[in-house]
């Protein structure tokens, strides 16, 4: 059975399309990732799901509901998390669950089981006000506020900003245990590394969606090597292999630039003696496995080329 169902749903804020014929299907009890940079439309397409606004054009169904005629039966039906944090920051933790436990006409002993392993981490504060926890420990309170009364898809839009690497390792942990509750999940992400937890992803630039498939499966495609190379300044790297003949793309990864060469027989010590010739110092050239921002950079490449 299908959890969540799209058929090319527009939206448009005066002359900006935000959403531009987005189609795509999540299955019961998936991990559906939503991957892209911010203004690429993924707050739009959650607040439609979500039955917060109108498309412009287009379908969509929730658990086999339409967003438009069988809005308030889906509300019952879904939890969400938005972006930005919107419990009520002057109650305390343990009241805001209470609150939203009323709402859906339940009770937090009812579902404790569901959200004992995310309440837990925050339990021991349960009396403290909700507007002066950590960034890590709102996103807990919000997730266990979304889950308490068993939603049947949890959408989560960006969950994960903004706080630190071991909350986004414990986040994505807590996922995966909801999973198994048979709770299907879409959530969306500007970090690529999230990618690879989800069962399948959307890569979505622009309001339009690339491609969809399983992480491995888009790492696969793009066809070409990846070397990843450093040297002690990245700008003056980025500007130097811009301009090598041999240069297919190139682009900055953290610390790295990340290269593919036109050529794929293209011998590393050709490029470090362009480099050295340059007056490069420390270098290092790997040639490394192509991930989920590799191929989300080739396919923003295509999509331009195609454009023109």
Partial sequence: MLSVSAHELKKNYGAVKALKGISFDVSEGEIFGFIGPDGAGKSSLFRILTTL???????ASVCGLDVVKDYKKIRKIIGYMPGKFSLYQDLSVEENLSFFASVFETTIESN???IKEIYSHIEPFKKRRAGQLSGGMKQKLAL??????????????????????????????MLKGLKKEGISIVVSTPYMD??????????????IILKTDTPNAIT??????????????????????????????VYPFGQMVHYMPADQSEELTLVENFLKERNHRNISI???????????????????????
């Avoid at 999230?194 to 309001?207: K, N, P, T, W, Y």
């Fill in 53 to 59: 606004l109108l498309p412009d054009a287009g379908q």
């Fill in 112 to 114: 404790y089981h569901l």
């Fill in 144 to 173: 266990s506020c979304a889950l308490i009364h068993k939603p049947n898809v949890l959408f989560m839009d960006e969950p994960t900003t903004g706080i630190d690497a071991v909350s986004r390792k414990e986040f994505w942990s």
């Fill in 194 to 207: 999230e990618a690879s937890l989800c069962d399948r992803v959307a890569l979505l630039q622009d309001g």
């Fill in 220 to 249: 696969d495609t793009i066809g070409k090597k990846v070397w990843a190379i450093s040297s002690e300044s990245v700008y003056k790297l980025m500007c130097d292999l811009s301009g090598y003949g041999g240069c297919y793309s």
């Fill in 286 to 308: 790997e040639i490394i496995e192509p991930t989920v921002e590799d191929c989300f950079m080739e396919l923003m490449r295509i999509n331009k080329e195609d454009k023109r």
